[in-house]
Structure formats: structure tokens, C-alpha cells
């Protein structure tokens, strides 16, 4: 049978327009993006860290946005992972900026959630201990009251610290505090121990707390990765979007990443996150933007977040383990702009 070639253009070019036509339909349906981030700040104001405050301040998305009248809403939550999972399951966020366990978790538990890009890696943990407690080891913890917060990304750190070192959180008094709970606790002498970020440095700032180590001392046993993860449905129904997205994040990841930038970050964070200055200083004296930020989903950052999900099926954290490279978004990933 011969058809003529005009009809054979025809055939092709209707499924081609429908297709275009539904996208517009559904861009022009979109009318905002909503953005969920753990809330690091101590102060009035809020703070993510990372590319999360250099894309707000730069108005990034905002911007690759306006011509299509979509709005950016930033949603900080102070419940950190686990509220964002359930805002998840409950339809109210597209996009999320998470920490490795709780975007796990959520995997896990049966969320439909994509992997789009890395938003950080190797950041460190500290332990923080009462002045004068004699604690200068992980071995020393055993039995005594440590508190961290379960269900994020500190407790994966800290149970990859804790096995380097053959021990597990059974050997503890563990005591669930969200980060500000325990850094208050810490300080009232409440507990004797309490694993976390940078914010521990400004206890040790006024002395009332001691550092003895961190996860670099470990050879970087329990850093933390984290990653933008998108809502299945979302990123299926408009992956134009989330691929401009990406693109326009790539404007504050190639400022983040030039180490010249270093002090304006630490300025930045710490403005907005209500944080002495000295702290991101100090955490990030022996560290390079450029190594922390990269957005690129890389052998090895997918071959630790593979790590992180087998430690948390180990440690019973996580119903069943699965494979990242079926959590990727291959098509949308940063690693292919």
C-alpha cells in the first residue's frame, strides 16, 4: 500500500502536536512550584544552607519562572525530614531538599520520589559532649545519654560512625531530640552527648560544650549526602519544568562551587540562619565549596548514596532496600545537562 508522503507527515506531525499542545496545557495549568526544605535556621528568618539560600537570595527560580507567571513557594519545615515525607504523601510539596535518610525513608515507605540532583556531599558531623565528661571517643559513649534526631540524616551519620568503630545505637542511651532541642539539652547538662552539624561549634563557642571529634577524624564515616528529590506525578507531568529547573540551579551551583565565593556564602548562611559567621568558618576550614556542591550525580556520589541506603536497611531504619540507579530520574538528572 502507498501512502502518499504529504499523509505520511501528517501521521507523524498530529501526535507530535498533540503532544506539544497537552504540555502547554499543562504549563499553563501550573501556577506555582512548591519547594520543601528542613529549616536550619535558629532565628526569625529561614535558612537551608547550601544552594538552597544562594538560589532564594539570587532569586533564581523566581526569575526562569516569571515568563510563565509560576511561582516559587518555599516551604521550611522545622519537623525536617520526616514532615517533609508526610507533606509528600499528602500531595503538598513537588520538590524537596533532603537530607540522605529521610529521602530514603521516604523511598522506602513507598513515596513515589525521583532523584534530580546532588544538593551536597562528605558534610561533616560533630560529637558534642558536656565539658569535663572525659568522653573523647565513640567507645566512650557506651551507656551514656546521647541524643539525636531520628529519622534524618544525623542518625544515618551517626550509626555509619558508630559501626566504623564496631559499635551500634544499642550500646547508647539514645534519646530522639529535633536539633535545637538538643543543643539546649546539651547545654543544660541534661544529656552527656549529642551528634550534629556546625551548630554544635557555638555551644563550644561559649564553652559549654567540647568537640573531641568529627566525621572527618573518622576518615569520613558517617558525612552526610544530600539530594533534590521530586514528586513522581510532578516530575512525569511536567518534565519540561523540572528540567528548567535544573538548569536554573546550575546558575547557583557554578557560584557556590568557586571557592572564591567562600566567605559570601558563610555571610550569607549565617545572616539568614541567625549563626555566628565563626561557625561556617570553622566548619568549613578544611573544606572546599567546590567539593561539597556539586550538583552532578556521579558514580560516586551514587555509589554513597547506595552505601547509605544498605546501611539503613542494616540497621533496620528502612522497611526494604532498593537500588538508586532505579531512583534516578535518568532523562531530568543533573548529571545530563
Known sequence: MNIPFKRVISLFAVPALAGLLAFTAQAAELKEIRIA??????????SGGGVVDVLRDQQIYEKAFAD????????????????INEAFANGQVDLAYLGDLAAIIGKSNGLDTRVLSASARGVKHYLGVVPGSGIKTLQDLKGKRVAIFRGTASQLSFDAALASQGLSEKDLKIINLDFNSAVAALAAKQIDASWGSSGLTALQAKGLAELPLSTKDLGGAGSIQSVLVGNGKFVDEHPEVVAKLLKAQQQAVQWLTQDSNKEAYIQLVS???????????QDLKDQKLSEVFPSTLDPVFLGKLQDAVDLASQQKLIRKSFKVSDWVAPELAAAKL
Not at 510563565?68 to 514532615?83: L, S, T
Not at 545572616?271 to 568558618?281: D, K, M, R, W
Open 68 to 83: 510563565q507567571g509560576i511561582k516559587i513557594q518555599w516551604n521550611f519545615f522545622k519537623g525536617a525530614g520526616p514532615v
Open 271 to 281: 545572616g539568614l540562619a541567625s549563626y555566628p559567621p565563626v561557625i561556617l568558618t
Open 37 to 46: 526544605v528542613p529549616d536550619l535556621s535558629a532565628g526569625t528568618q529561614h
